[in-house]
């Protein structure tokens, strides 16, 4: 068995991945030369974390890892094409429902409930947090619902000893916003502060904010697609090409 990864090794990519937004390049991210496979998967971990989702494409063939950065990228089809042939897990239909949701399709409130209900019987918490912090992104038209919603995933995080996921908090300060904006935005204060650069977590967060630039420079420096916010019926920033980047950009 090939010995972990010492972590010296991925020390220059952690510390290029977690520079702030504005000094922040990915289209010069170092890859150690002579990795495993499994350290590769490692690094492209990391890139995913951090919002080089185009990194993680090249260097990942995990197929949940490989559909996860689709999604940030909001290529949906290109998501469920590398889901094809895994087997009906929760994170596996955790990212069918959010592929569904990326492209606007009227049962990804249901598939976001069956990865819930699936997750359950799983007993996994990461993915019953992410299944109900999608549910709730759904369930813009009944904010009483949505709370419903999200706390179970504050449940299953105060159970488990832990903070509460920063995306979770990031939809519910949207939530809460539509009830009491004082209270919103002192839940995206939370959110932020939790949150990593360019991850769907700071964007919703910032804006709930007020603070749209920033959000906006957060997405397009992640390559993440306006679907990630489109509940919010935040407006998307006219650029000549949308959110999209190319190759180059990382």
């Known amino acids: 068995m090939t010995a972990p990864l010492p972590d010296h090794r991925l020390d220059d990519l952690r510390a290029a991945l977690s520079l702030p937004t504005p000094t922040f390049s990915a289209a010069n991210l170092p890859l150690p030369a002579g990795l495993t496979a499994a350290q590769t998967e490692e690094a492209a971990a990391l890139a995913l974390h951090w919002g080089a989702p185009r990194a993680a494409l090249a260097w990942s063939r995990d197929p949940l890892r490989r559909a996860a950065a689709h999604l940030r990228l909001g290529d949906g089809a290109a998501a469920r094409a590398e889901l094809a042939g895994e087997a009906d897990g929760a994170r596996v239909l955790l990212l069918l429902a959010r592929a569904a949701a990326l492209d606007g399709y009227p049962g990804a409130g249901q598939q976001a409930e069956a990865a819930r209900t699936l997750a359950r019987q799983e007993g996994d918490s990461a993915a019953l947090i992410a299944?109900?912090?999608?549910?709730?992104?759904?369930?813009?038209?009944?904010?009483?619902?949505?709370?419903?919603?999200?706390?179970?995933?504050?449940?299953?995080?105060?159970?488990?000893?832990?903070?509460?996921?920063?995306?979770?908090?990031?939809?519910?300060?949207?939530?809460?916003?539509?009830?009491?904006?004082?209270?919103?935005?002192?839940?995206?204060?939370?959110?932020?502060?939790?949150?990593?650069?360019?991850?769907?977590?700071?964007?919703?967060?910032?804006?709930?904010?007020?603070?749209?630039?920033?959000?906006?420079?957060?997405?397009?420096?992640?390559?993440?697609?306006?679907?990630w916010w489109a509940f919010t019926a935040a407006p998307t920033p006219s650029t000549p090409a949308g959110m999209a980047r190319t190759a180059v950009d990382g």
Not at 158 to 180: C, K, M, P, Y
Not at 194 to 220: D, H, I, K, N, T
């Open 131 to 227: 299944a109900v912090t999608l549910r709730a992104e759904g369930q813009g038209a009944d904010p009483y619902a949505a709370l419903r919603t999200l706390a179970e995933g504050l449940k299953v995080a105060e159970i488990a000893g832990q903070s509460a996921d920063a995306h979770l908090l990031a939809v519910l300060a949207h939530t809460q916003a539509r009830l009491n904006a004082r209270k919103g935005q002192a839940t995206a204060a939370k959110a932020l502060e939790r949150s990593v650069p360019r991850s769907p977590a700071r964007v919703l967060a910032l804006l709930v904010l007020a603070r749209p630039g920033e959000a906006f420079a957060e997405a397009r420096a992640g390559n993440l697609h306006p679907g």
